[in-house]
């Protein structure tokens, strides 16, 4: 009888040792659904109350947390209501994209979100603005370029690129070379291509060049005082 025991035991082990994390892991899950939650409750309520910055960020956090497609159509509706026509097109249509790979089950309790989400779409496309940056000729190899903070890849150097309407940081900086900066306004719809500026990288003089200047200048000194 222990025999038979034992032997039961040491093939239930194995499965224990499987199903103790999955138990572990499950308030873990249902603590993080529920902060999700709460982000976009929160969320909601800013947006409603016209506080969008911070409620576009809750409602973004919340789908970064738990992704779902009604935070995810939330957020496109706060963006577009916060004035940011090219992010809010993005987001509707990423929530497009996930609404073609719903099941009919899942599409019917989406309700008219996939309506709202063409139209807007439809609407907002020719109020985004597009931004062309470029480097002057002969810029140096490893040029970064940023745009509000974010390295701009080089294959979108020269190509009109979709920004949210308002102010834009730009700046350029070449190995060794300080950084140039300037601030480019765009209105909704315009497009605008900008040549920028590059600073030179400082050449350091040579250093035995840079030692006879000092002696002589000592020399030249010690001449004088004496």
Request: glycine share 12%.
């Amino acid at each position: 009888m222990r025999q038979n025991m034992k032997r039961r035991l040491r093939r239930i082990a194995p499965l224990a040792l499987v199903l103790f994390p999955l138990a572990a892991a499950a308030p873990a899950a249902a603590q993080e659904s529920a902060t999700a939650e709460s982000l976009f409750n929160r969320g909601l309520a800013d947006m409603e109350a016209g506080k969008y910055e911070t409620g576009c960020k809750a409602i973004a956090d919340s789908h970064r947390m738990e992704p779902k497609p009604g935070a995810l159509f939330t957020l496109a509706i706060c963006e577009s209501r916060w004035g940011h026509v090219a992010t809010a097109f993005t987001r509707f249509g990423e929530y497009m994209a996930l609404y073609q790979q719903m099941t009919p089950e899942q599409k019917s309790r989406q309700g008219e979100r996939a309506k709202v989400a063409r139209q807007e779409r439809d609407r907002l496309g020719p109020l985004v603005p597009e931004l062309s940056l470029s480097l002057p000729p002969g810029s140096p190899a490893g040029t970064v370029v940023k745009r509000d903070g974010r390295v701009v890849d080089g294959a979108q150097l020269g190509a009109g690129v979709p920004v949210d309407p308002g102010e834009h940081v730009v700046s350029t900086q070449a190995p060794g070379g300080a950084a140039w900066e300037t601030r480019i306004r765009l209105a909704e719809g315009e497009k605008k291509q900008v040549e920028l500026q590059v600073n030179g990288a400082s050449t350091p003089a040579p250093s035995g060049a840079s030692g006879r200047r000092t002696a002589a200048f000592i020399a030249g000194g010690v001449g004088v005082a004496g």
